[in-house]
Every structure is written in C-alpha cells, then in structure tokens.
C-alpha cells in the first residue's frame, strides 16, 4: 500500500513538471498569435545556482524560454502553477522583448469551482504591467467572485515573477 501511494505521488510530481501535447500546442498558438509569427525558436533561460537561490521564483530549463524569430529576440515566455482552493493550475505569461506583459492565459485549470480565473476579460488586466510594478489584488487587479483563492493566488505568482523577472534583467541573465 505505502508502495502504490509513493508511486502514485511520484508520478504526479513527474507529470507536473512536464507539458503535454495539448498544452504545447496551446503555448504555440498563443506565442504565435501574440507576436504574429509563423515560426520560432525557443530557448531555456539558464540561471547560475548562486542567483537562482536569490529569485522568488526558482528558474530551471522547463519553465522560463527565450523566444527567438529570425535569430532576434521576439520575447519570453514563463509557464507556472498557482493554487486554486484544492488543486494547482497551470498557466502562462509571455512577456515582448522589453520585458512588458503581453498576455497572461490559464494552460490547465484542474477545479469545478473558480475557473472564472482562465477568462481572457479578466487576464487582459496584466497587459502591459512592467517589471517594475507591485500589483495589488483588488486593487490593480480586480476581484472575481468565486474564483476568490485562484485570482489571488495567480496575482501572487505574477508579482513573485515580474520581481524575478527584475533580478534576472539587473543581473544581466536576460
């Protein structure tokens, strides 16, 4: 029995830090319609351990990508999680080549409840928020009723980002 539920938590966490095939695809439409591009490349972000250890946000060759078009970078792209009122979701942010939010969409959203978050109205709200900002729940960021947990928590996540997102570009990572 301990053997079943070590495996089964081993191959949640596994699964989790991989993308399926739906939610690559999902990542290449937006990528392609947000910088209108037929083709790309992309590039992990590598981050030494000793700056990694002082981000908000740890970076590793699965989650931050450079975006490349004709050899020229076009922008970047972060996939992460966010936890809903009982599960995680996933999401993404692309950010142009200064570093601005273009656009912020839910990948996987896993709840029966809350999942007014993944609404394309309520995530243009993080357009064009800089590295620079502090956002606020309530604030710059409008709630949303009974998607309270999920709205705050990818708030959050966005804010531990754009501060990750300073650090990288102060330390010449990006």
């Keep these: ?6 495996l089964t938590i081993l191959a949640l966490i596994i699964s989790s830090f991989t993308t399926s095939k739906k939610t690559e695809a999902l990542i290449e439409k937006e990528i392609k ?9 992309k590039q992990p972000i590598a981050v030494s351990k000793e700056i ?3 981000l908000p946000i740890k970076i590793d ?20 999680q966010a936890f809903g ?31 007014e978050v993944g609404s394309k109205r309520w995530l243009n709200q993080f357009n064009g928020k800089k590295t620079t900002e502090n956002l606020v729940y309530q604030k710059d960021i409008a709630a949303i ?30």
């Design 145 to 174: 009723s009974g998607a309270t947990i999920s709205a705050k928590s990818i708030t959050n996540e966005v804010n531990k980002l754009l501060k990750t997102v300073t650090i990288l570009h102060n330390k010449k990572q990006l």
């Design 52 to 54: 990694n250890e002082t």
């Design 33 to 41: 319609t947000v910088f209108n591009i037929e083709k790309y490349s």
């Design 85 to 115: 009122k009982a599960d995680y979701f996933d999401f993404m942010v692309i950010f142009d080549k200064d570093l601005i939010v273009s656009k912020v969409k839910v990948l996987v959203y896993r709840e029966d409840h809350g999942s």
């Design 1 to 6: 029995m301990k053997k079943l539920a070590f």
């Design 61 to 80: 060759d699965t989650n931050f990508f450079k975006i490349k078009n004709d050899d020229k970078i076009t922008g970047y792209y972060y996939l992460g």
